[in-house]
């Protein structure tokens, strides 16, 4: 016996002993059901914002439209609703970061520890677009939603790669990369997140959405699937537009 | 060793003659049968309550009325009762103290039981558990709550008759005609009732609604009825709750958990040869045959993508379901009644089979209340209604949210 194997077997003894005599019981009968039971999925209410402020608005639309641009494909970012659904996570639970441990001590980590910061997204959007949008100001004169497409994607490009500098506690490559990864959410999240409006995204890559058989089609090879996107909420979007 | 034993026991038992207990246990042993046959838990018992203690308001077209405590507690039972009563409830409708009852007590079925199996089914309930539960049975409103009125009603639509044995028929189909008419009060839910609530006895078995449920028609019609099952697909239904493709739902379930599903194998077969045997007005070919609806009217098209989207992954896009899972739809009667009740509820709701010792499983259908809105529901309701060769008319919108409303 080498030494591994005495202590497992030893833990396992110990777990054994301390659970006592098995009480094994066989259980019979209906699983409990409720008719009406449903939790149907909650869709964010259109209109408003409920975080970001009004200038805030005019930044992230223009970004948003630089990320992902009208063209043959999809609508733009703002027309397909990613900065509504931008603005309604970082109203919720995920703005206060009420999912990561946020006590200190906070120190600077190495990449793959990631994020080690001190604010929630919330406070990163806030304090990040100030932060570039007077960046912008100062260093291609004029504002962000005032340049040419060439210089927005300028602007962006140098946010991305940290020659942008920004001031006060925000690092500016991760902020660039924050607001991309919740784009693309938005973008391809299912509506009842606010963004892919009339399921754009899904209709562009071909996804049938939350369709659950394609017993038809497992021995149909090399065939596009045929048949349009369906949402989480589906039919409620249906109903409420019949 | 063992068995040499058990054997000597066993001979001296039979050679020693029953005593007074044995025989005592004997019949309560047939009437907890009869109690089965009878199924009086279907109403006197509630979930999550003491067995007969009381059971669930029951709604009338006339009023409520709560099914009473019929366990042997002296105050709110039926502790201080006779034989001599048990029997008149029974078999007349009038409790102790000459209190008339209300028909939603099935005497007009009961009435058939021989005195035999009544006094079987007294000497059971009196080795129940007494529970002091109390009950308000008559919640009717006036005049109907004045039980004088029951006597008017019983001499006009009550003969307390015993059973009568069609000599023409075999032993078979005069059991289960007994059964159905009888302790098995099937009329009770599936025959249709007149406006005084009596059993319209014409139209026996030919379905009915109550509480926002259809119990449909079981005579051998073929559309509509259960003439397309065969005797043994019948048995297998009131014994497991599925026959592989229709599987119970609604108030059914409980008849075939508390009722159908402990009778013995020969008085279901009974029960399926007499059903089978019965026929309805509209008799295959007699009544007309409804079209089914073109594939592109506006409301087939809708109900077809939505029950793509919706339905067909258990249903499956050719309505054939799963066996024992997923009830099928093409040719189910369930799904092509006139009335509509129940197919309604089941897609808003949802529905759950039963639970039975063969078929544990108990499958169930999630509730679309929230998902559908009543167009939809209407829609796919009568897509389903004809396509895969059935055939049935549309289904409003309009009963749909009349149906939402009341739930």
Redesign the interface.
């Given at each position: 016996m080498n030494r591994r194997t005495f202590l497992t077997t030893t833990a396992v003894g110990l777990v054994a002993l301390a659970s006592g005599v098995a009480q094994a019981r066989s259980i019979?009968?209906?699983?409990p059901?409720e008719?009406?039971?449903?939790e149907?999925p909650t869709p964010v209410t259109p209109g408003g914002w409920h975080f970001f402020q009004p200038r805030e608005v005019v930044l992230m639309e223009a970004i948003v439209d630089r990320l992902i641009p009208a063209d043959d494909l999809s609508p733009s970012g703002r027309d397909c609703g990613c900065v509504v659904y931008v603005d309604r996570q970082l109203a919720g639970s995920f703005g206060e970061a009420a999912r990561l441990y946020m006590k200190g001590p906070f120190l600077p980590g190495l990449p793959t520890q990631g994020y080690q910061n001190s604010l929630t997204p919330a406070g990163r959007y806030r304090a990040g677009l100030a932060a570039f949008d007077k960046a912008v100001s100062d260093t291609f004169g004029g504002r962000f939603e005032t340049l040419s497409p060439g210089k927005q994607d300028q602007a962006l490009s140098e946010l991305e790669t940290g020659k942008l500098k920004l001031s006060g506690k925000v690092d500016g490559k991760g902020f660039f990369a924050l607001v991309l990864e919740n784009t693309m959410e938005g973008f391809f999240a299912d509506p009842v997140h606010g963004g892919n409006r009339d399921m754009a995204s899904w209709k562009m890559i071909g996804f049938p959405g939350?369709?659950?058989?394609y017993r038809?089609w497992v021995d149909q090879h090399d065939k596009p699937y045929p048949?349009g996107p369906?949402s989480i909420l589906?039919?409620?979007v249906?109903?409420k537009a019949? | 060793m063992k068995t040499l034993l058990s054997l000597a026991l066993a001979t001296s038992a039979l050679a020693s003659p029953a005593t007074a207990a044995d025989l005592q246990s004997f019949q309560v042993e047939k009437g907890h049968y009869q109690a089965i046959l009878g199924d009086c838990a279907a109403c006197h018992s509630k979930a999550g309550g003491k067995l007969y203690s009381g059971g669930e308001p029951l709604e009338t077209p006339f009023g409520t009325l709560v099914p009473p405590n019929i366990t042997p507690d002296r105050e709110t039972g039926i502790g201080a009762w006779t034989k001599a009563d048990f029997r008149n409830t029974m078999k007349n409708g009038v409790g102790k103290d000459g209190k008339h009852l209300y028909p939603a007590m099935p005497y007009p079925s009961y009435h058939l039981m021989p005195d035999e199996d009544v006094d079987d089914l007294w000497a059971y309930l009196q080795t129940v558990e007494p529970v002091h539960h109390a009950v308000e049975a008559n919640q009717l409103p006036f005049p109907f709550n004045q039980r004088i009125v029951m006597r008017g009603w019983n001499w006009l639509n009550f003969e307390p008759e015993p059973f009568q044995p069609d000599e023409k028929q075999s032993a078979e189909w005069n059991r289960g005609a007994y059964l159905v008419q009888g302790p098995g009060h099937c009329g009770t839910c599936h025959t249709p009732k007149s406006a005084l609530g009596a059993d319209e006895s014409d139209a026996a078995l030919q379905g009915a609604t109550l509480q926002g449920w259809y119990a449909p028609n079981i005579t051998g019609q073929k559309r509509i009825g259960i003439g397309d099952w065969s005797k043994n697909q019948i048995v297998a239904y009131l014994k497991t709750g599925s026959n592989g493709h229709a599987i119970a739902a609604g108030p059914m379930v409980e008849a075939i958990q508390d009722s159908t599903s402990q009778m013995k194998d020969d008085d279901l077969q009974a029960i399926a040869t007499y059903l089978l045997s019965v026929k309805a007005d509209d008799e295959d070919g007699g009544g007309e045959q409804p079209k089914p609806l073109a594939s592109d009217d506006s409301q087939m098209k809708a109900g077809a993508e939505i029950y793509r989207t919706s339905c067909a992954a258990c249903h499956g896009m050719d309505g054939k379901g799963a066996e024992h899972l997923f009830p099928a739809l093409a040719g189910s009667a369930a799904v092509q009644q006139d009335d509509v009740s129940t197919l309604i509820h089941v897609i808003l709701a949802g529905a759950k089979g039963p639970y039975t010792k063969d078929r544990p499983t108990a499958p169930a259908m999630p509730s679309f209340a929230f998902h559908l809105s009543d167009e939809q529901v209407a829609d796919v309701a009568t897509y389903i209604r004809n396509d895969w060769g059935n055939a049935a008319p549309a289904v409003s919108a309009d009963a749909v949210g009349d149906a939402r409303g009341a739930d």
């Amino acid at each position: 016996m080498n030494r591994r194997t005495f202590l497992t077997t030893t833990a396992v003894g110990l777990v054994a002993l301390a659970s006592g005599v098995a009480q094994a019981r066989s259980i019979s009968g209906a699983v409990p059901w409720e008719a009406f039971a449903g939790e149907p999925p909650t869709p964010v209410t259109p209109g408003g914002w409920h975080f970001f402020q009004p200038r805030e608005v005019v930044l992230m639309e223009a970004i948003v439209d630089r990320l992902i641009p009208a063209d043959d494909l999809s609508p733009s970012g703002r027309d397909c609703g990613c900065v509504v659904y931008v603005d309604r996570q970082l109203a919720g639970s995920f703005g206060e970061a009420a999912r990561l441990y946020m006590k200190g001590p906070f120190l600077p980590g190495l990449p793959t520890q990631g994020y080690q910061n001190s604010l929630t997204p919330a406070g990163r959007y806030r304090a990040g677009l100030a932060a570039f949008d007077k960046a912008v100001s100062d260093t291609f004169g004029g504002r962000f939603e005032t340049l040419s497409p060439g210089k927005q994607d300028q602007a962006l490009s140098e946010l991305e790669t940290g020659k942008l500098k920004l001031s006060g506690k925000v690092d500016g490559k991760g902020f660039f990369a924050l607001v991309l990864e919740n784009t693309m959410e938005g973008f391809f999240a299912d509506p009842v997140h606010g963004g892919n409006r009339d399921m754009a995204s899904w209709k562009m890559i071909g996804f049938p959405g939350a369709r659950y058989d394609y017993r038809d089609w497992v021995d149909q090879h090399d065939k596009p699937y045929p048949r349009g996107p369906v949402s989480i909420l589906g039919n409620i979007v249906q109903a409420k537009a019949g | 060793m063992k068995t040499l034993l058990s054997l000597a026991l066993a001979t001296s038992a039979l050679a020693s003659p029953a005593t007074a207990a044995d025989l005592q246990s004997f019949q309560v042993e047939k009437g907890h049968y009869q109690a089965i046959l009878g199924d009086c838990a279907a109403c006197h018992s509630k979930a999550g309550g003491k067995l007969y203690s009381g059971g669930e308001p029951l709604e009338t077209p006339f009023g409520t009325l709560v099914p009473p405590n019929i366990t042997p507690d002296r105050e709110t039972g039926i502790g201080a009762w006779t034989k001599a009563d048990f029997r008149n409830t029974m078999k007349n409708g009038v409790g102790k103290d000459g209190k008339h009852l209300y028909p939603a007590m099935p005497y007009p079925s009961y009435h058939l039981m021989p005195d035999e199996d009544v006094d079987d089914l007294w000497a059971y309930l009196q080795t129940v558990e007494p529970v002091h539960h109390a009950v308000e049975a008559n919640q009717l409103p006036f005049p109907f709550n004045q039980r004088i009125v029951m006597r008017g009603w019983n001499w006009l639509n009550f003969e307390p008759e015993p059973f009568q044995p069609d000599e023409k028929q075999s032993a078979e189909w005069n059991r289960g005609a007994y059964l159905v008419q009888g302790p098995g009060h099937c009329g009770t839910c599936h025959t249709p009732k007149s406006a005084l609530g009596a059993d319209e006895s014409d139209a026996a078995l030919q379905g009915a609604t109550l509480q926002g449920w259809y119990a449909p028609n079981i005579t051998g019609q073929k559309r509509i009825g259960i003439g397309d099952w065969s005797k043994n697909q019948i048995v297998a239904y009131l014994k497991t709750g599925s026959n592989g493709h229709a599987i119970a739902a609604g108030p059914m379930v409980e008849a075939i958990q508390d009722s159908t599903s402990q009778m013995k194998d020969d008085d279901l077969q009974a029960i399926a040869t007499y059903l089978l045997s019965v026929k309805a007005d509209d008799e295959d070919g007699g009544g007309e045959q409804p079209k089914p609806l073109a594939s592109d009217d506006s409301q087939m098209k809708a109900g077809a993508e939505i029950y793509r989207t919706s339905c067909a992954a258990c249903h499956g896009m050719d309505g054939k379901g799963a066996e024992h899972l997923f009830p099928a739809l093409a040719g189910s009667a369930a799904v092509q009644q006139d009335d509509v009740s129940t197919l309604i509820h089941v897609i808003l709701a949802g529905a759950k089979g039963p639970y039975t010792k063969d078929r544990p499983t108990a499958p169930a259908m999630p509730s679309f209340a929230f998902h559908l809105s009543d167009e939809q529901v209407a829609d796919v309701a009568t897509y389903i209604r004809n396509d895969w060769g059935n055939a049935a008319p549309a289904v409003s919108a309009d009963a749909v949210g009349d149906a939402r409303g009341a739930d």
